[in-house]
């Protein structure tokens, strides 16, 4: 699945990686747990939290998570965009709760 089609799935905004919309990403992960995304993760291209601080990009950046979608409506601030920006990470922010978010990519197609 393109990061545009998550993106227009979760009516999300882009907050950094705009002009990475083309980019695949195969499977996904929910959790606001960065001790089970270490633990359980592997070959997953996108992460979706509600989970707002910098552990989150150091965490994707371990697993090589290409994108990051916050949930609940949370809004990184400018220290976590720029470690982003500086990990070459896709961030993008919904209102849709984790639960919903996960349902709505597994049933496009985006698997495990």
Do not use: W
């Not at 509600?50 to 090589?64: H, S, Y």
Request: with cysteine; net charge negative.
């Amino acid at each position: 699945m393109k990061i545009k089609e998550v993106k227009e799935l979760l009516n999300a905004e882009i907050l950094n990686g705009i002009d990475q919309l083309e980019e695949e990403v195969y499977s996904a992960c929910g959790s606001d747990l960065m001790s089970d995304v270490l633990a359980f993760v592997k070959h997953q291209g996108l992460l979706l939290t509600g989970l707002n601080n910098l552990q989150v990009v150091r965490t994707a950046d371990m697993m090589d998570i290409r994108a990051i979608v916050f949930v609940r409506g949370k809004k990184p601030d400018e220290e976590i965009i720029n470690l982003a920006k500086r990990k070459d990470m896709i961030v993008m922010t919904t209102e849709e709760p984790l639960y919903s978010a996960c349902g709505k990519l597994y049933s496009a197609g985006l698997k495990k």
